[in-house]
């Protein structure tokens, strides 16, 4: 039995090939032709040009496949062009969903996110059933992750076999890009987080949630969504951790969210207009962070037994392997 794997060649989507080869599956990795390809050398897969705006390279890649997670998606908190979020995100969805109904896949997990999911104004955790609408999405990324959504759930109630899961921040090993969560550890491991903001994460780690696609897979409801996270922490608490797993010292400074809207202000502007290249503070991320993005996991760990390894082992993995490849220069405590 095959297997198609989207966005195979990223930080989620290499995790979820690796979990299917460890359980004897033929992995077919299905990748952009401007993907980079090191999270898949050496391992046994099938590898096949494929684009989300293409829906011939989607028909190609769906012959004889019998599962598909739709991993792919093109996460960016800032870009020039957000239209092109809108058809990655939203129209591939749509795309691949119709192409893998015509194929007849029996089983489909669609990665949507935790940017989907409500966040109560009370402060409690987010869950699947959280009252959210598209006005409640901030930003061009989040909007077109909920959107996506919908067409998985509109798919769904109209008879395709779809699961959704919903990751919260994942952390770990093979974030070769990095994403923006990985590039705030190696800012921190290279000294360059002087302050924090008062925020909060679900910090998960990636292999856990590799390993709730495939359980959603074996055990999801069609058309539920399953939140695949862990532990709610601060954002003062994940440096906090990573200081003691690095060495270097926390930050004490807790910068006013005014001053760091400014920040993002000023640096979306001379790296968009001068720099011509993405901020190194999104503009929408400040945005994001006058919420807490807490969500409560129970659903997926009790209805699937998502694996709940203890965040700080998937900091350390990520510390470890940031500076084992080269993204962050110091001694890592043993």
Request: aromatic content about 6%; hydrophobic content about 40%; charged content about 20%.
């Amino acid at each position: 039995m095959t297997v198609l794997v989207t966005g195979a060649s990223g930080f989620l989507g290499c995790h979820v090939v690796r979990r299917l080869l460890a359980r004897g599956q033929s992995v077919r990795a299905m990748v952009r032709p401007t993907s980079r390809l090191d999270n898949l050398r050496g391992l046994e897969v099938e590898t096949v040009r494929g684009d989300l705006t293409d829906p011939g390279s989607l028909r190609a890649a769906l012959r004889g496949v019998k599962i598909l997670y739709h991993v792919a998606a093109d996460y960016r908190l800032s870009s020039p062009e957000p239209k092109v979020l809108y058809e990655a995100n939203v129209g591939g969805t749509d795309n691949i969903l119709k192409a893998a109904a015509e194929a007849g896949v029996e089983r489909i997990v669609y990665t949507s996110s935790v940017s989907a999911i409500g966040i109560p104004a009370d402060g409690t955790p987010g869950n699947e059933n959280s009252p959210v609408t598209l006005e409640d999405m901030i930003g061009d990324y989040k909007r077109s992750k909920f959107q996506a959504q919908e067409v998985a759930l509109r798919h769904a109630a109209a008879g395709l076999p779809v699961v959704i899961v919903n990751p919260s921040t994942p952390v770990g090993t093979l974030d070769i890009k990095p994403t923006q969560t990985g590039q705030m550890i190696v800012d921190f491991l290279n000294g360059k987080m002087p302050a924090y903001v008062e925020t909060g994460l679900n910090i998960v780690d990636a292999e856990d949630v590799a390993e709730g696609h495939v359980l959603a897979a074996e055990k999801g409801v069609v058309g539920e969504k399953y939140i695949l996270g862990n532990r709610d922490m601060s954002f003062k608490q994940i440096l906090d951790v990573l200081s003691g797993i690095s060495g270097v010292p926390s930050p004490r400074f807790r910068m006013p969210w005014g001053l760091a809207y400014a920040i993002g202000v000023v640096d979306e502007m001379v790296s968009r207009n001068v720099l011509h290249k993405a901020p190194r503070v999104p503009l929408e991320g400040v945005k994001m962070a006058r919420k807490r993005m807490f969500f409560d996991p129970s659903k997926a760990v009790h209805g699937l037994g998502l694996p709940q390894t203890a965040p700080e082992i998937a900091l350390e993995k990520a510390v470890r392997w940031f500076v084992d490849n080269g993204y962050a220069k110091l001694a890592v405590r043993a």
